[in-house]
């Protein structure tokens, strides 16, 4: 996945300039962003903020007038510059940044034609957006990430900075929605692979993510439910280890 090459375009508009290079490290994890471009209207003082990110992360900024009060046009021009580009073939995916359900139509009509789309904005942003992406990314884990840095903390004092900094809580949903996942996709024995579970639930839920939940990675998540069994099966491979999970 991360071969594919990735048209990045942003709204100006809907989403915060201040983490804008930790959503370009999100974005690499699924591809390569050989385009990035972002719309507004540059002559409004709202988006002045913008201006001084956009060299220094390469991003070329479109300029789109604002005709009509009240109107966005730069969701227009974005929405035209998504399928010129879809039609030129240049690109395999696309990631939309963006909090507006206005792109929900263009998100769907995106993976009908077969290729990634990749959503990122806040958790205000309507569910229809966020179900019409392949995958879709909450700026505010991307925010925690930048907070918490690379500094280890003790395990109680990570455990109070998780209950404090994720997007969402764990709840009966999140634990059915794992446990009905793993029913499944289990063998015969009940037994499901973890790297397979972690991306079936993002088929069914887009934005699923366990930095949401404060956690790094799915495993962790898990371990923190309680309502498993876990089997770790050592590779003999460069520490490469094999984690299976079963409903208890």
């Not at 930790?22 to 409004?44: C, F, H, S, V």
């Not at 956690?215 to 460069?238: A, C, D, W």
Request: hydrophobic share 35%; glycine share 6%.
């Amino acid at each position: 996945m991360k071969d594919k090459k990735l048209a990045v375009l942003i709204d100006a508009d809907n989403v915060p300039y201040a983490y804008i290079k930790e959503m370009l490290d999100e974005i690499a994890k699924y591809g390569n962003p050989t385009i990035r471009r972002i719309y507004a209207d540059w002559t409004k003082p709202t988006v002045s903020g913008w201006k001084n990110v956009l060299l220094e992360n390469a991003i070329t900024p479109i300029q789109q007038y604002s005709y009509t009060t009240g109107k966005n046009s730069s969701d227009s021009a974005l929405i035209i510059d998504a399928m010129d580009l879809l039609y030129s073939k240049k690109v395999d995916g696309f990631c939309i940044v963006s909090s507006d359900s206005d792109f929900t139509r263009l998100a769907t009509r995106l993976r009908e034609a077969a290729m990634l789309v990749i959503g990122i904005g806040e958790k205000k942003t309507p569910r229809p957006f966020i179900t019409a992406c392949d995958k879709f990314v909450y700026i505010e884990i991307l925010k925690k990430e930048q907070k918490s840095g690379s500094v280890e903390k003790s395990n109680k004092q990570s455990k109070s900075k998780t209950a404090s900094s994720s997007v969402s809580k764990i709840d009966k949903e999140l634990v059915n929605l794992i446990k009905d996942s793993i029913d499944e996709i289990s063998d015969e024995s009940g037994w499901a692979f973890l790297g397979t579970l972690g991306n079936f639930i993002i088929k069914k839920k887009t934005d699923f993510d366990s930095r949401n939940y404060g956690f790094p990675k799915l495993y962790p998540l898990i371990k923190s439910i309680g309502e498993f069994q876990i089997e770790v099966k050592e590779t003999g491979e460069n520490n490469i280890r094999h984690i299976y999970l079963k409903n208890k």
